[in-house]
């Protein structure tokens, strides 16, 4: 028996096997079972989403002999005769090979004449948008005023390019782009009926590269395990199968682009080109990485959010204090100018290594946008060449978590004009506490979260909490990730018998550390001192 490829042997065939457009089949089967079935109805949505599949469930319901709450019952001589294709009651037209105005005359002919068998003759257009202006006008009638067992159903992904006159005349109904974990679902349920296993990241990698498809995500699972060596699909045999690389290369190359070491980012090219991998889909996979990284350092997207490992999220901590938006932002607009080059030319890597030793240079060109990010990059770059390569500002994270000076050294600090905030004796027990112990509770701390973490400070609130501020937004969701508060928490009361909760903002810009202290200290300050106990 010759092969069926996946996306069709698993094409569902009930309304309960369809993924990820919950609404419309909630809607379609209450109509059915309310019998309050349309004439016409409007399908929309990208490619890959179901449009087609539904469109045929719905075909085999609305002809079911025996439905069952708005659903068919698979069994009876119709249901099995659409499943099979032999139904003379559903028609399927490519609006792509016949558009014009006589193959709208044939349906308008056929329309006149009652199925021989079943309730309702379906005609499903496919790409409809592809009629031809007169067809549609030659179709108008028909589909205001069809007879009651004619039911039009008509698939498009441009609903934008259907005539007004003809989406007046519908119901329409918006398929959404399914989401990676609704892909993920499905393919376990292939994987347990063709007896197939594979990693949890070979599955979300291929639901990612599916970009809402669901068809392209099972025909990419089918050619990945067509390639598959072993028992199990891994990881790295997508990648193989695909041309794409892993997050670990593209971690590599973006630092090497960022330390200006074009040697280094031109032998990573050259090693993908040996490896046979596909040049124009690790530019599109490198823009992907440069996206996440920019989103996590400018909104409150979590990891869950951006499908990112744990390890991506580790090099993503690192890489963030490494860079800034403006930098990133600069070379996604040249990369994304680099991918479109791309598509048109043969000798791909010439132009990536043209791009890369553009992007690892500082650029020339003349905008204030880019000269902003060129002087950031070269800041930066500087920076990362003081001594064990760590950047300037985060080279003595001990300076900016040290306990605050003495009284004596912070009577000057009024007249710096900082903010001086008097403490209740139980705010200062616990800054204090805190403060001293520092080193010793980041040394218990996972790698990245004490890396995070030095570079905060503690602000005193009330009520036995200590914030600790962050200074840019990225850190600070980073260690709401990393759940890096509740494990400081647990460390302070197992180590010190002392219950003390942990809460983080974001500094706002240029704000200055205040001065803490005491009653007793104020006193020996000789001049009036505005106090502030908000949080």
């Given at each position: 028996?010759?092969?069926?490829?996946?996306?069709?042997?698993?094409?569902?065939?009930?309304?309960?096997?369809?993924?990820?457009?919950?609404?419309?089949?909630?809607?379609?089967?209450?109509?059915?079972?309310?019998?309050?079935?349309?004439?016409?109805?409007?399908?929309?949505?990208?490619?890959?989403?179901?449009?087609?599949?539904?469109?045929?469930?719905?075909?085999?319901?609305?002809?079911?002999?025996?439905?069952?709450?708005?659903?068919?019952?698979?069994?009876?001589?119709?249901?099995?005769?659409?499943?099979?294709?032999?139904?003379?009651?559903?028609?399927?037209?490519?609006?792509?090979?016949?558009?014009?105005v006589d193959n709208i005359r044939e349906i308008r002919d056929e329309v006149q004449y009652r199925p021989a068998t079943g309730k309702y003759r379906v005609y499903i257009i496919d790409e409809v948008h592809n009629i031809s202006s007169a067809a549609f006008n030659a179709m108008l009638k028909t589909l205001e005023e069809p007879p009651e067992y004619v039911i039009f159903i008509l698939a498009t992904t441009e609903p934008h390019a259907i005539p007004v006159t003809v989406l007046s005349r519908c119901q329409r109904f918006d398929f959404h782009r399914i989401t990676p974990a609704d892909m993920v679902e499905r393919l376990h349920e292939l994987m347990a009926g063709e007896g197939i296993k594979a990693e949890e990241a070979a599955l979300n990698y291929i639901a990612r590269k599916a970009d809402g498809a669901m068809r392209d995500a099972i025909s990419l699972f089918d050619q990945s395990v067509s390639a598959m060596p072993g028992e199990v699909l891994r990881f790295e045999d997508v990648l193989k199968t695909l041309g794409t690389v892993n997050s670990a290369m593209l971690s590599r190359y973006f630092r090497a682009v960022l330390n200006g070491d074009i040697d280094g980012a031109l032998a990573l090219i050259g090693q993908l080109r040996d490896e046979g991998r596909d040049l124009g889909q690790f530019v599109v996979d490198f823009i992907w990485y440069l996206r996440n990284l920019l989103v996590l350092m400018t909104s409150e997207a979590s990891a869950e959010e951006l499908e990112l490992s744990r390890e991506d999220w580790i090099r993503l901590a690192e890489e963030g204090q490494m860079t800034g938006p403006e930098e990133l932002m600069e070379l996604i607009r040249l990369y994304s100018a680099l991918g479109s080059d791309l598509k048109g030319t043969v000798d791909k890597r010439v132009l990536l290594e043209v791009g890369t030793i553009q992007a690892a240079r500082p650029r020339t060109e003349e905008s204030r946008d880019a000269a902003e990010a060129r002087l950031t990059a070269l800041e930066r770059k500087v920076d990362r060449l003081q001594k064990n390569g760590v950047p300037a500002a985060a080279a003595s994270p001990a300076a900016q978590t040290a306990p605050q000076p003495q009284a004596e050294e912070q009577s000057a600090s009024p007249a710096a004009g900082k903010e001086v905030i008097k403490l209740s004796p139980a705010q200062w027990e616990d800054?204090?506490?805190?403060?001293?112990?520092?080193?010793?509770?980041?040394?218990?701390?996972?790698?990245?979260?004490?890396?995070?973490?030095?570079?905060?400070?503690?602000?005193?609130?009330?009520?036995?909490?200590?914030?600790?501020?962050?200074?840019?937004?990225?850190?600070?969701?980073?260690?709401?990730?990393?759940?890096?508060?509740?494990?400081?928490?647990?460390?302070?009361?197992?180590?010190?018998q002392k219950e003390i909760r942990f809460d983080l903002r974001t500094a706002r810009k240029s704000e200055p550390e205040p001065v803490y202290i005491t009653d007793e200290e104020l006193s020996h300050i000789h001049m009036n001192i505005e106090t502030d106990t908000e949080d």
């Open positions: 028996m010759a092969y069926i490829a996946l996306y069709r042997k698993w094409r569902p065939t009930a309304f309960q096997d369809v993924k990820g457009q919950d609404a419309i089949v909630k809607t379609l089967q209450n109509q059915i079972a309310g019998n309050r079935i349309g004439h016409a109805y409007l399908f929309c949505g990208s490619r890959g989403t179901g449009k087609t599949t539904m469109a045929k469930i719905f075909a085999k319901a609305v002809n079911c002999e025996n439905p069952q709450n708005g659903c068919a019952c698979g069994v009876c001589e119709t249901c099995r005769s659409i499943e099979e294709g032999r139904s003379t009651n559903v028609i399927e037209i490519d609006a792509a090979s016949n558009n014009g800054l204090q506490l805190i403060r001293s112990h520092w080193p010793e509770l980041l040394s218990e701390m996972d790698y990245p979260s004490a890396q995070l973490l030095k570079r905060s400070r503690l602000e005193p609130l009330d009520g036995g909490v200590l914030r600790v501020v962050f200074p840019d937004i990225f850190t600070a969701n980073m260690i709401k990730s990393f759940g890096a508060l509740p494990r400081l928490e647990e460390l302070v009361a197992a180590k010190y």
